[in-house]
């Protein structure tokens, strides 16, 4: 699914705005991690990283 993502972007004139932001979550019923993907703006990347688990 995130090669779907990818090539689509590429096809925007502005996709070299965005970048992928991997952010591990731990479970607090489990403990266990869980990765989440999303594609932020190069702009915002660092307020997304530090806003949590939004």
């Known amino acids: 699914m995130a090669k779907k993502v990818v090539a689509t972007l590429?096809?925007?004139e502005n996709?070299?705005?965005?970048?992928k932001v991997i952010r591990a979550v731990k479970?607090?019923?489990t403990g266990a991690y869980?990765?989440?993907?999303e594609m932020v703006l190069?702009?915002?990347?660092?307020?997304?990283l530090a806003t949590g688990n939004k």
Request: hydrophobic fraction near 30%; avoid cysteine.
């Open 15 to 19: 996709a070299k705005n965005w970048a």
């Open 27 to 29: 479970s607090e019923k």
């Open 10 to 12: 590429k096809t925007v």
């Open 42 to 48: 190069l702009d915002k990347v660092q307020d997304y």
């Open 34 to 37: 869980t990765f989440r993907e």
